[in-house]
């Protein structure tokens, strides 16, 4: 069945941090991948996608992740993070041969001022 | 862009109690999701409608869970009669495909059973 596994449950970072949260999917077919982020009060939003093309993408107040396809891997990274930062953050995976786009259980970023 | 609206935003009832969330996409979005989100755990899909019909609802506790999407717009989930265990989030979401799947969601109703 498909998974998709967030390493990280916790992450406490100062600001000015560099971040890194990785994501890993089981599924052996082409997908499209997101990162969603959920700030405190807030709605679930999109931070960013990949569907095809730069395995790089490039997404909202300087995030990016990257897609490796041998690893089954999208990885959310920021080189310097700041206290607005702080939120949940969720990898979530859609395969293009169904309908059903799968969740990680997110992880929590709490970033100290 | 007005956004996906939920209602209601809190609910409190025992269990044995039946209860209803309503949901209104965003407008011309086709797709609608149901996900229930269980604290600490990332959204788990209840059911998914394209328009009117249902797409998925492969996860859906069909014994004790119903859902509705009237007309292709408004959508309503049902719980009846509840558990303990369903205390949780209940996400609306709503999809354009032409944007690309990506799923805009509503700000939740949590429920609380006990």
């Known amino acids: 069945a498909q998974s998709v596994s967030q390493h990280n449950h916790h992450v406490i970072l100062s600001e000015a941090a560099s971040l890194e949260l990785g994501c890993n999917y089981s599924?052996?077919?082409?997908?499209?991948l997101f990162w969603y982020v959920q700030y405190p009060g807030q709605h679930l939003q999109l931070l960013l996608k990949?569907?095809?093309?730069?395995?790089l993408v490039k997404g909202i107040k300087g995030f990016e992740a990257e897609f490796i396809k041998s690893k089954f891997s999208f990885n959310l990274r920021k080189p310097s993070v700041q206290w607005s930062d702080t939120a949940e953050y969720f990898c979530?995976?859609?395969?293009?041969?169904?309908?059903?786009?799968?969740f990680g259980a997110g992880t929590r970023l709490f970033v100290k001022a | 862009e007005a956004g996906v609206a939920q209602s209601p935003r809190y609910k409190i009832i025992e269990k044995r109690q039946s209860v209803a969330f309503w949901c209104n996409p965003i407008?011309?979005?086709?797709?609608l999701y149901w996900y229930q989100q269980i604290l600490g755990q990332g959204p788990k899909l209840l059911i998914q409608?394209?328009?009117?019909?249902?797409?998925?609802d492969s996860q859906l506790p069909k014994d004790r869970f119903s859902a509705e999407r009237l007309k292709g717009v408004d959508s309503t989930l049902k719980i009846q009669p509840a558990k303990l265990e369903d205390s949780a989030v209940y996400l609306c979401?709503?999809?354009?495909?032409?944007?690309?799947?990506?799923?805009?969601f509503g700000p939740g109703t949590r429920l609380t059973v006990t």
């Open positions: 979401a709503s999809t354009l495909e032409a944007s690309g799947y990506e799923q805009y």
């Open positions: 599924y052996g077919g082409t997908v499209n």
């Open positions: 990949y569907f095809s093309g730069d395995p």
């Open positions: 979530a995976v859609r395969n293009t041969g169904g309908f059903k786009t799968i």
């Open positions: 407008s011309g979005h086709a797709t």
């Open positions: 409608f394209q328009n009117n019909g249902v797409v998925d």
